[in-house]
């Protein structure tokens, strides 16, 4: 009953990341242990307010994000934009010799690309081992450059807005940094002393009054208030106090301004990556019950339908109103990735 006979509700919950894909410009992303078989386990959470799609994997990597992106497709693709990520990446001189056969000779930044396409898994390690690459780690940035190729190949934007508690596995497209997090980390400091603690407290006020202003410039976005904002970044983080570890701190904050920022670029891009953390509660509650799961169908049981019930939330749809619709064949609701794709063009227009 709860696990077999529901490829009905697989599909449905496939439906959802291609066409929150589609429609919107910026989602959050955030992940969180998913025991199975009594080993590590990862789950993938990719959503916004209208969506919620989850993923669970063996591990926690890039490579499995870039895939669970490609939503099912299960080719590789060489294109201008999986050589740019190597590029960006810094694949080592050394390699790029053995790649005659897809780019020019010339430097790097101005070789002319050649797109190639590998079938699947297997081909693509067939051209891997046929270019003598043999080292893992070269292997897997090759491999994440094909996976990103493959996916903006079949229509993702590489504009996609994405937000995240400053997990390195998801600093791709147009990435934005939590606000919540990173007061998280200054908070975390214990002071000792009042003038520690006024230290702290002149911080953290100075953090949250840029933070509202930040929500305030993405309804009535303008260039100078853009400059006044990132002056205002700078003066927090430039400032020093009698706290050594709270001075280190700012400085970790002023080496991720860029992400911090992001939303002066891209008003569109939300500042905390909450709605990932609230739809993990039920998420947590499972875990807590039982444990984690056994068997592969389990897992994709509670992948799909936490995905369904949170989503049914969030369109303000009753779960056991759309069970029973699904399971007596009413057919009174529209699927739920219809639901998304109007709500989606409900709140362009507002």
């Not at 101005?110 to 079938?119: D, I, L, M």
């Not at 491999?143 to 504009?159: D, F, M, Q």
């Not at 995905?307 to 009413?330: N, P």
Request: positive net charge; proline residues 4%.
């Amino acid at each position: 009953m709860l696990t077999e006979n529901h490829a009905a509700f697989h599909a449905e919950k496939d439906a959802l990341l291609p066409t929150a894909l589609q429609v919107f410009t910026c989602l959050n992303v955030d992940d969180s242990g998913a025991p199975h078989q009594g080993r590590y386990g990862s789950c993938l959470c990719i959503c916004n307010e209208f969506f919620t799609s989850f993923h669970s994997s063996d591990t926690k990597e890039r490579s499995k994000f870039l895939d669970v992106l490609r939503c099912g497709r299960i080719d590789y693709v060489l294109n201008e934009h999986a050589w740019a990520y190597l590029t960006r990446q810094g694949l080592p001189a050394k390699i790029w010799p053995l790649l005659q056969a897809e780019v020019s000779t010339g430097d790097v930044g101005e070789r002319p690309f050649v797109t190639r396409t590998f079938a699947d898994v297997s081909a693509w390690n067939q051209h891997l081992d046929g270019l003598g690459i043999d080292n893992a780690k070269h292997r897997q940035t090759m491999t994440e450059a094909a996976l990103l190729g493959s996916a903006i190949a079949h229509g993702l934007s590489p504009n996609l807005g994405l937000v995240s508690d400053g997990s390195a596995i998801y600093a791709l497209f147009v990435h934005g940094l939590c606000w919540i997090h990173q007061e998280r980390n200054l908070a975390k400091l214990t002071p000792c002393g009042r003038e520690q603690c006024q230290a702290m407290e002149e911080v953290l006020t100075a953090v949250w009054q840029l933070y509202a202003d930040l929500k305030a410039y993405r309804l009535a976005p303008t260039p100078s208030q853009a400059e006044l904002l990132r002056a205002r970044f700078d003066a927090i983080v430039g400032r020093t106090t009698i706290w050594p570890e709270l001075n280190a701190a700012l400085q970790r904050m002023a080496g991720k301004k860029a992400d911090l920022l992001r939303v002066l670029d891209r008003p569109d891009l939300p500042l905390h990556t909450n709605t990932a953390e609230r739809d993990f509660r039920d998420w947590a509650t499972k875990r807590k019950i039982s444990a984690g799961t056994r068997g592969e169908l389990g897992k994709r049981c509670r992948d799909t339908f936490l995905s369904l019930k949170s989503t049914c939330k969030k369109l303000g749809v009753r779960f056991t109103s759309y069970l029973q619709d699904r399971i007596l064949k009413a057919g009174e609701l529209l699927p739920l990735s219809e639901l998304v794709r109007q709500r989606a063009a409900g709140s362009a227009t507002i």
